[in-house]
């Protein structure tokens, strides 16, 4: 059952401005580092896996 052109399996999507993880993660993370609170960058470092871990690292830096 292919979709019909136009359309796709989540018409809504996320919402417009919504941020994805990543930027959620590096957003709190510089936050963490302006404040100098290693315990809260560190909790948040571990919450991330995967593709989200190495984009915020590599984007922070």
Same mark, same amino acid.
């Given at each position: 059952?292919?979709?019909?052109?136009?359309?796709?399996?989540?018409?809504?999507? *996320?919402?417009?401005?919504?941020?994805?993880?990543?930027?959620?993660? *590096?957003?709190?993370?510089?936050?963490? /580092?302006?404040?100098?609170?290693?315990?809260?960058?560190?909790?948040?470092? $571990?919450? /991330?896996?995967?593709? $989200?871990y190495? *984009?915020? /690292? *590599?984007?922070?830096?």
């Open positions: 059952m292919p979709y019909e052109t136009g359309t796709s399996g989540n018409p809504t999507g *996320r919402p417009k401005g919504s941020a994805n993880k990543a930027t959620a993660a *590096r957003e709190t993370i510089a936050a963490a /580092l302006s404040g100098a609170n290693a315990e809260k960058l560190a909790a948040q470092l $571990d919450g /991330l896996t995967g593709k $989200d190495n *984009r915020c /690292l *590599r984007e922070a830096s």
